[in-house]
């Protein structure tokens, strides 16, 4: 039976066994935790992301498949900018999406520079994960130190060992608290709403798009939630996931 995508840009737990750095079997999140304290629908303002670096280099690899593979249909893509993306937390909540189920078995990595073993290590069936899944750090008991620049990878592994043929899709996370006076402007925003537009003009993109896609959830009949993340996601070139979820 074919399955239907998940409602389009909607966190959903990722319940998946794994390991951590320490080799103790990963916590599995609760199955339906809203981020956001339930209160009145605020519009979200027109709020552009603003990228820490103008120029960056590009480092997220695209999850499309590199060669022949029983997988090759199906699209596995960080929600992640093209560049090494900010959090003002070192507990960020990672989104990936997948736009079909697969039999293939998904792998999730965060490595961090000079460590040769991952800080994370997941790995799970893919036969009923297609759409928006987010990975909370926190519940891994993941913390990211400031100011280094960790790489995060989601695979579709079809075989027993990763191949160049396989759908693999990669971004880049870096902790960076905001500085007093942003932290100030933060603690005294008179909504969630007008709290994320902060963060995202502020160049926050993991904190921006995990608090936006809360309130989508948490209000789906407030059109501005949806709008924006959208709109979030065109502005970083993710428009193949805008197009997948449709």
């Known amino acids: 039976m074919k399955t239907k995508l998940l409602p389009f840009l909607l966190a959903l737990p990722l319940c998946i066994q794994g390991q951590t750095q320490a080799q103790s079997p990963a916590p599995t999140p609760p199955k339906a935790e809203s981020q956001v304290p339930a209160q009145p629908a605020v519009a979200l303002r027109k709020a552009a992301y603003k990228p820490p670096v103008k120029g960056a280099p590009e480092v997220r690899v695209a999850g499309g498949a590199r060669g022949p593979s029983t997988t090759s249909k199906v699209l596995v893509e960080t929600v992640s900018p093209n560049h090494t993306g900010l959090s003002a937390t070192p507990t960020p909540t990672l989104f990936y999406f997948q736009s079909a189920p697969s039999k293939a078995r998904l792998q999730i990595t965060l490595t961090e520079p000079g460590v040769a073993q991952p800080l994370l290590d997941l790995s799970a069936n893919a036969e009923k994960t297609a759409g928006l899944h987010g990975i909370p750090l ?42 007093a006076a942003l932290a100030d402007t933060l603690a005294k925003a008179p909504s969630e709403a007008e709290r994320t537009a902060i963060l995202l003009e502020a160049g926050y993109f993991y904190d921006g798009f995990s608090a936006l896609n809360a309130l989508a959830d948490t209000h789906p009949d407030e059109s501005s939630y949806r709008t924006g993340l959208k709109s979030l996601l065109e502005q970083v070139h993710l428009t193949q996931i805008v197009k997948a979820a449709h």
């Open 138 to 179: 926190a519940k891994h008991g993941v913390t990211l130190k400031p100011g280094v620049t960790y790489r995060w990878n989601i695979a579709l592994v079809s075989g027993k060992t990763a191949t160049s043929a396989d759908p693999v899709a990669s971004g880049e996370v870096r902790h960076v608290a905001p500085e």
